[in-house]
C-alpha cells in the first residue's frame, strides 16, 4: 500500500512503496550536489606557482609538438597566470648554435592555457646584454 510522506518544504507526497523512496531520496541528494558542484565551479581557487609551471610546460609541449627545456618565469596575474617557456626549436651541432625561442604562456585561474605566443629566438650560447 502507498504511504504519505511529508518533504522538507512541507508538501505531502504520495509514495507508492520503499523502492520510490529510495529513488526520490538519491535525485534529492544528487541535486544537491550538483548546486554544490556549481557554487564550487564558481569560486575555483587558483593553482599554485609550482603547478602552474607544470600545466604551462605540458599544454605547450602538447600544442607545439617539442619538449620545454625550461620555465624562466612565471607570475600570477588578475585572471590566473602568466609563464615564459623556453623551448628547442632547431638542434645544431655544436649544441650552443641549436635555436631556442622563448614563448610567453597565459593560463586561467585553474591552470588551462588560454594563450600563447613566441616572444623571443636565440641561439643556445647567446647571452642577453642588459
Known amino acids: 500500500m502507498a504511504a504519505d510522506e511529508e518533504d522538507e518544504a512541507g508538501e505531502t507526497r504520495r509514495l507508492s512503496g520503499k ?6 531520496a538519491r535525485k534529492t541528494s544528487s541535486v544537491r550536489a550538483g548546486s554544490r558542484e556549481s557554487e564550487t ?3 575555483a581557487r587558483r593553482v599554485s606557482a609550482p603547478r602552474a ?3 604551462a610546460a605540458e599544454q605547450l609541449e602538447e600544442l607545439l609538438g617539442r619538449a620545454p627545456e625550461a620555465v ?10 602568466q609563464a615564459d617557456v623556453e ?10 648554435t641549436s635555436v631556442m625561442a622563448t614563448y ?3 593560463l586561467d585561474k585553474e591552470g588551462e592555457l588560454v ?3 613566441r616572444t623571443r629566438r636565440y641561439t643556445r650560447g647567446q647571452i642577453d646584454r642588459r
Do not use: H, N, Q
Not at 19 to 24: C, F, G, W
Not at 72 to 81: A, H, Q, Y
Open 19 to 24: 523502492k520510490t523512496a529510495r529513488k526520490t
Open 41 to 43: 565551479e564558481r569560486t
Open 53 to 55: 609551471m607544470r600545466y
Open 72 to 81: 624562466s618565469s612565471v607570475k600570477p596575474t588578475e585572471d590566473g597566470w
Open 87 to 96: 623551448v628547442l626549436e632547431l638542434e645544431r651541432v655544436p649544441a650552443t
Open 104 to 106: 610567453r604562456v597565459v
Open 115 to 117: 594563450a600563447y605566443e
